[in-house]
């Protein structure tokens, strides 16, 4: 090849690899519940060291209505299957069955919460605050923590009903409902383990 043929070659830069639209959303929200992981990895590894310095106070079985934490439990399982009951019907295109599923879970949701509420105000009824011992430190931070998730949750949800209603099943709103059934899955999985080891290991 020629001196002059070499000069005039033109190189042509390759070309980006293409990504299918929402690409970016679902990895940052993954990348987001990697975070959320470690923070709770962090308040279990601190309940299991702390958890059972009582300071001469009541342990879980003085405090622990294992009866109220199950009815808690199954409106917050409840809660998951109607959210797959609103994916269900937001994959079919129905937007009026989509919002009534959404809000049928956002009432489980603040159901969930609300026995919550009523469990932390009556212990602090009977003393039990997060000042008077190691334990109720962990373990109001722990189950506080979750409840504050299902708070901006439910918050998050009612926003997503309001757009859904105002434009439809689009796909941007459809990325969004998936992302959040994610969230919402992912709070059922760390309420499993904090029912399991905090409430059933703490009494039995």
């Given at each position: ?59 879980p ?16 399982l ?9 994916m ?35 212990l ?7 000042q ?13 923590t ?14 997503l ?31 499993i383990?904090?029912f ?9």
């Amino acid at each position: 090849m020629s001196a002059t043929h070499a000069a005039n070659r033109v190189y042509h830069l390759p070309e980006e690899p293409h990504h299918p639209e929402g690409h970016s959303t679902y990895l940052g929200f993954w990348l987001y519940l990697m975070s959320d992981c470690l923070i709770f990895a962090i308040l279990f590894a601190t309940y299991a060291v702390v958890g059972g310095n009582y300071a001469a106070g009541p342990s879980p079985k003085d405090l622990f209505d294992l009866e109220l934490v199950a009815l808690n439990t199954a409106m917050l399982l409840l809660s998951s299957i109607t959210y797959g009951f609103a994916m269900l019907e937001m994959v079919r295109g129905r937007k009026k069955a989509t919002l009534g599923w959404l809000g049928v879970t956002g009432l489980f949701g603040l159901a969930f919460l609300c026995i919550e509420i009523y469990e932390f105000a009556h212990l602090i009824h009977l003393g039990a605050t997060p000042q008077r011992s190691a334990f109720l430190s962990a373990f109001f931070t722990l189950v506080g923590t979750h409840g504050l998730h299902v708070m901006f949750g439910i918050i998050w949800l009612v926003t997503l009903m309001v757009q859904v209603g105002m434009h439809g099943l689009t796909a941007a709103n459809q990325r969004r409902l998936m992302c959040l059934s994610l969230f919402w899955h992912f709070l059922d999985i760390i309420w499993i383990g904090v029912f399991t080891f905090v409430y059933l290991m703490g009494v039995l």
